[in-house]
T-cell receptor
Framework: ETGVTQSPTHLIKTRGQQVTLRCSSQSGHNTVSWYQQALGQGPQFIFQYYREEENGRGNFPPRFSGLQFPNYSSELNVNALELDDSALYLCASSLERWETQYFGPGTRLLVL | QQQVKQSPQSLIVQKGGISIINCAYE??????FPWYQQFPGKGPALLIA?????SEKKEGRFTISFNKSAKQFSLHIMDSQPGDSATYFCAASSGESGYSTLTFGKGTMLLVSP
């Protein structure tokens, strides 16, 4: 059984650009949550997708958007990148909405 | 508003010693309290978790103590090993809003000296 995978591992963008990060959930998991982890901080909840629908959202602006596909993989899109968007972006999948969340290795995004 | 406060920020323990990390929460709707371990460059990995109907849970060298009235919980690592050196995060979640989101503490960087 494969765990949660994310791509790419690292990414460098410039301010104002757009970025798409990808996540493959663990087999059988229908829920994907995205988190932003700034350096030296705990992860902060961005949003959660359940069966292809956004199921909850944290305190992030609308330029953070997402998708979940029929195979339950997911994308995180960030438009109009700002310097403060530089962080580790983590994807977590769970069997159901309230089940234990298992994290992927993350995508390190650097905005210059 | 930080809903989960974690201390200490960093901790140095000798090999074989006990590592203790504390967390306090504010939201009484929280009903699930996991601890995650994170190594540099990796995602957080679930270590152990507890629900508020029990006061203690032990898995191997790791124990969670939970005090519902004080709204506090702690992680104890017995016989700490150099391989335990990592950042530890406490977290809390609630399903009352229709979805489950983890609220994390700021983390504790643990160094176990040989």
């Amino acid at each position: 059984e494969t765990g949660v995978t994310q791509s790419p591992t690292h990414l460098i963008k410039t301010r104002g650009q757009q970025v798409t990060l990808r996540c493959s959930s663990q087999s059988g998991h229908n829920t994907v949550s995205w988190y932003q982890q700034a350096l030296g901080q705990g992860p902060q909840f961005i949003f959660q997708y359940y069966r292809e629908e956004e199921n909850g959202r944290g305190n992030f602006p609308p330029r953070f958007s997402g998708l979940q596909f029929p195979n339950y993989s997911s994308e995180l899109n960030v438009n109009a990148l700002e310097l403060d968007d530089s962080a580790l972006y983590l994807c977590a999948s769970s069997l159901e909405r309230w089940e234990t969340q298992y994290f992927g290795p993350g995508t390190r995004l650097l905005v210059l | 508003q930080q809903q989960v406060k974690q201390s200490p920020q960093s901790l140095i323990v000798q090999k074989g010693g006990i590592s203790i990390i504390n967390c306090a929460y504010e939201n009484t709707a929280f009903d699930y309290f996991p601890w995650y371990q994170q190594f540099p460059g990796k995602g957080p990995a679930l270590l152990i978790a507890i629900r508020p109907d029990v006061s203690e849970k032990k898995e191997g060298r790791f124990t969670i103590s939970f005090n519902k009235s004080a709204k506090q919980f702690s992680l104890h690592i017995m016989d700490s090993q150099p391989g335990d050196s990592a950042t530890y995060f406490c977290a809390a979640s609630s399903g009352e809003s229709g979805y489950s989101t983890l609220t994390f503490g700021k983390g504790t960087m643990l160094l176990v000296s040989p």
